[in-house]
């Protein structure tokens, strides 16, 4: 299937598009931008910077990928993005590029990132990430897979998401959130576990039950993190797959749980 690109559109000398990839009216993509096959850049759309963009991905109209870091400590040269298969990229999003050529703003695939939202250079995001319109995520955010942000969240700078977490709308995300867990608040707050979630994606009530003891634990026991964490070192499985992506995300929280 050849290439389907649209008379106006401004492909810069350079750019590698695959077999099937279709741009739009006055759409741009830049010099050194490569998309895989299948992806449809539609109109006034733009992919810019050293980005990597995988299998049938969609960025819709108005939408900027690529761009120049917003990071002050930008000294010129090549700035990278890595983007993976089937990403959504609703109106008006922008998704921005690493400060430097050894660093790497990441998203993963079978997301979907509504409009108006930002993420920002040298974040990491994992797959299955559903962002709400106007949320943000400052820069060195990690977001591990299946995490949902509510529309009009904002992310702090090296804050991170966990599996299956929820951020609710209009949350400010200052410290890190821990998986299979809803957020919320200004400042935001873990208040309960996603249990919908959860329920939604086929755990069974004993997981889920679980899941709900090692909340417990960690907020509403009056244990501090180190106390939490040997309760369930001596009480629970630790080798359960929730016991144990919960203790290992609580072992590299920079930022403390939220």
Known sequence: MATNIHPTAI?????????????????????QVKIAQGTVVMHHATVDGATTMGVNN????YAYVGGKTHDLKYQGGVHRLQIGDRNVFREFTTVHCATSAEQ?????????ILSYSHIAHECVVGNHLVMSSH?????HVVVDDYANIGWGAGVHQFCRVGTRAMVGA???VVQDVPPYVISDGNPAATRTINKVGLERAGYSKEDISLTRRVFKAFF?????RSQAVEWLTTNENIDHPIVKTFLDFTAKSQRGLG
Request: charged share 15%; net charge negative.
């Open 11 to 31: 492909i810069e000398q350079g750019a590698q598009l695959g077999e099937g990839v279709s741009v739009g009216a006055y759409a741009y993509i830049g010099a």
């Open 58 to 61: 969609e960025v819709h109209p």
């Open 104 to 112: 790497l703003t990441i998203v993963g695939s079978d997301n979907n």
């Open 135 to 139: 949320s943000a995520l400052g820069g």
């Open 170 to 172: 209009t949350s400010k």
């Open 220 to 224: 509403k026991d009056g244990m501090n």
